[in-house]
């Protein structure tokens, strides 16, 4: 590294021929010697590569869902982070998804979600969710209210199809019934569910309720 004044030039920056000038806050202008980067191959680094690429392409489906699911603040990136470091499972190349470790919504603590639940088949392609309503009381200080909204998500995995459900139903009411696409019918899908406080101003972290054969 060097550092220069510059009477004629006056400060200058980015690359010059072999070398990169840039302006620090403590050593002024400075010039360093420019080097390509490298492209490291090593077994653990091209795991690691084809690990991401497949993360990116199997969640790329869902990019629209986790928008709106964790209210547009980096839903994308958050989810594939997180499927990065705790649903993928195999080795290289042959990776593979754990959807059921998959989320769909962060939240806060301070809405509870615990407890039973559980999504089954009733007719054709509608399913049953059911949930637990225990931890309800009427104390103004319970993180579960019985007025939070309820959200659902479906993911049929063959098809690379989201679908969510905003129905008029609150935490008390325990459970609802959900008419999938028809075009689901045949297929597996996968099921989550969060609450969300009655002014819309948190939710809490997604549930995954299991898959469902249809």
């Given at each position: ?23 620090t ?20 680094q ?41 649903a ?11 959807v ?46 019985g ?68």
């Amino acid at each position: 590294m060097a550092r220069f004044n510059s009477t004629t030039f006056g400060e200058i920056s980015g690359r010059h021929g072999g070398a990169v000038a840039a302006k620090t806050q403590n050593n002024g202008n400075i010039l360093r010697i420019f080097k390509a980067p490298g492209n490291p191959k090593s077994e653990k680094q091209v795991a690691v590569r084809t690990k991401f690429t497949f993360v990116i392409t199997y969640m790329s489906c869902l990019r629209e869902l986790f928008k709106y699911t964790f209210n547009g603040k980096g839903g994308y990136q958050t989810a594939v982070s997180y499927a990065f470091r705790n649903a993928v499972t195999g080795s290289a190349p042959d990776w593979t998804m754990d959807v059921s470790k998959l989320i769909v919504a962060v939240g806060s603590e301070s809405v509870y979600a615990s407890g039973t639940h559980a999504v089954t088949l009733t007719s054709g392609s509608t399913v049953k969710v059911d949930w637990y309503t225990g931890n309800i009381h009427n104390s103004p200080f319970d993180s579960a209210k019985g007025n939070d909204t309820v959200t659902v998500v479906f993911f049929n995995e063959d098809l690379r199809e989201a679908m969510l459900y905003e129905p008029d139903v609150t935490r008390m009411d325990g459970t609802l019934e959900v008419d999938l696409p028809d075009n689901w019918t045949g297929g597996k899908a996968h099921s989550w569910l969060f609450f969300t406080r009655a002014n819309g101003t948190m939710n809490s972290n997604s549930m995954y309720l299991g898959e469902v054969q249809l």
